[in-house]
């Protein structure tokens, strides 16, 4: 029982984590995304959105030649830290925030997008700085769109099976999160150990989802359909 909670409390921290992080890396290419017109913003579009149809095994195996003691940024970490990358918190880390690059973008970009042009050249004429109206403006305007980012990434991470098996392994405490811990429970025939380990997944992701969208909905009402 002490192991289950191990890896719930585990897989908690890594969604947690993963969570905070996408969503600073996610404003500023949000932003950009959201308002730029250079021809190869598609690209650049479709490679975030490439988790979203990537089997997550074929993800895994990439990233885990590239985080590999000799790979692109597994050799940059290991000169930095004297450590490997791969079956490591900090490896399934930047693996999960890959992975759920799109989930945290697209809410962001859609937000962004749904801001018109006149509500930040009103801020302009009043003498705010441009960091000034992204902080008043932009942000507020786009509590939803932070919200949906937020919950999407948190519970996407949540349910991560190939690519934190590829990147993580399964070892006790550093990388053994519940999707891993449930498929060697029903490996071993452990039902029991699976049913818990399904059961408070279940539940947990509903309560946060049923929060988030209430508080969501509750936003919608406060500020109306077009914010």
């Not at 948190?154 to 999707?179: C, K, Y």
Request: charge should be neutral; charged fraction near 10%; proline fraction near 6%.
């Amino acid at each position: 029982m002490g192991i289950e909670w191990q890896a719930l409390a585990l897989t908690a921290q890594l969604a947690a984590v993963t969570t905070g992080c996408l969503l600073l890396l996610a404003t500023p290419l949000a932003w950009w995304l959201a308002h730029s017109a250079r021809p190869w913003a598609g690209w650049v579009e479709a490679v975030v959105a490439l988790p979203l149809v990537l089997p997550p095994t074929v993800m895994g195996f990439y990233l885990l030649l590239w985080f590999a003691p000799d790979g692109g940024l597994g050799s940059l970490w290991f000169n930095l830290t004297g450590g490997p990358l791969n079956f490591t918190f900090t490896g399934l880390v930047l693996a999960s925030m890959v992975y759920s690059l799109p989930f945290a973008t697209q809410p962001l970009q859609a937000a962004f997008a749904g801001i018109g042009p006149g509500i930040l050249e009103a801020g302009a004429t009043l003498g705010a700085s441009p960091a000034d109206r992204f902080l008043r403006l932009v942000l507020p305007l786009s509590r939803r769109g932070y919200l949906t980012a937020g919950v999407l990434t948190f519970a996407h991470t949540l349910g991560e099976f190939g690519v934190v098996l590829m990147i993580g392994g399964n070892i006790p405490g550093e990388t053994r999160v519940v999707s891993v811990a449930l498929y060697e429970a029903v490996e071993t025939l452990d039902y029991g150990s699976a049913h818990r380990l399904a059961g408070v997944l279940l539940a947990f992701s509903f309560v946060v989802l049923l929060l988030v969208y209430g508080l969501n909905r509750r936003l919608s009402f406060r500020l109306g359909p077009g914010i």
